[in-house]
């Protein structure tokens, strides 16, 4: 690239999974010359600070928000996304940015757009063209991702549904097809240096507002983890716990329950520690877009917390969509098969999406 004039990205920095599928996008970029601003919504601000830390290459940082924990209620939210919304001023800081990345279908995204369309900045939305066809399930990220694609200048997407998804905008925005998505790139550099040593465990994550707020599925989760703890011989069933699962736990009650039930509660891990846990869980059951991916590509037991999912094609023989059918559970547990997928480190979709990219750029 001909760095003659120097080239200025921004990345919207949201979830910590959106920065883990990001990661190795944004280092190509600063491999590239690219110098990168990363703007930090402060969703996830404790989780995302530490993740930072392993990001090589150099960036500039600022706060768009004066978030300093992470968001943990839903009434935290919509105050944090109000409040943000009604505070947008011109920044300095964008007058010499050529593009924004815009990851996923979270509330930080949509703020990303809403920012970059009052500082009038292009963006492009990674990871488009994700639908379940159902604007509730998930809600609101099913709303968002439409929103987002909709008003961005570029699309990313990582498959030939995706592409379908969003071939409507074809003579209206540039696309960029990459072959899988970028999780692929952060599994293969944590999965390298796991040290294998397998455990009798269920490892849980369940944060979406569908589940949580929901009062008949939290129940039925909670009350089956109970009855697997007793009927399948775990030595240790674990739930990874976001901030928002955690107070609702707490605020009805069930954290007690399950404690005494001999079900752990562990916060949110580093990424590379919680691969590690997942790698060397026995069985996952997730309602998490990335961990569902994740385990689909290490060929990892995992059952989907949900009845809808935005990528039927992460699901197979070692990955299920429970519907919320215990029987289905039941089946799947009880006919579980080691069967771990070595990783193609010759590819990276992130390297791919770079490459196209930068060729868009002046």
Known sequence: MDNSKKIKIAFLLGTKAQFIKSKYILESIGREGIELLILDTGQHKEITKKELEDLNINYKKIEITNSQKNISTIPSMLYWFLKFIFSIKKDN???????CLLHGDTLSTLMGLIYCKKNKVKTVH???????????????????????SKFSDILVVDGPKQYENIKKYNNKKEIIQISRNTVYDSLIKEVSRIEVSE???????????????????????????????????????????????HSVLVRKNYKKKLIENGIELSNLLPYKEFINEIYNSKAIITDGGSIAEESSILGLNTIIWRDVVENKDYLNHNVILSKYKKEKIYDFLNNMKKNKIPLDKS???????VEQFIKRLS
Not at 93 to 99: D, G, L, M
Not at 347 to 353: D, G, L, V
Request: charged fraction near 25%; hydrophobic fraction near 35%; glycine fraction near 2%.
């Open 93 to 99: 800081s964008f007058n010499s940015i050529e593009y």
């Open 126 to 148: 990674i990871e488009a063209g994700y639908k379940s066809y159902n604007y509730l399930k998930p809600f609101p990220e099913e709303i968002i991702r439409d929103l987002v």
């Open 199 to 245: 455990k009798n465990q269920l490892s849980v994550t369940v944060h979406r507002t569908e589940n949580i707020y929901n009062n008949k599925n939290l129940d039925f989760l909670v009350n089956i983890l109970i009855e697997i703890k007793e009927d399948f011989n775990f030595d240790i069933i674990k739930w990874f716990c976001h901030d928002v699962t």
């Open 347 to 353: 590819q990276s979709p992130s390297q791919e999406f």
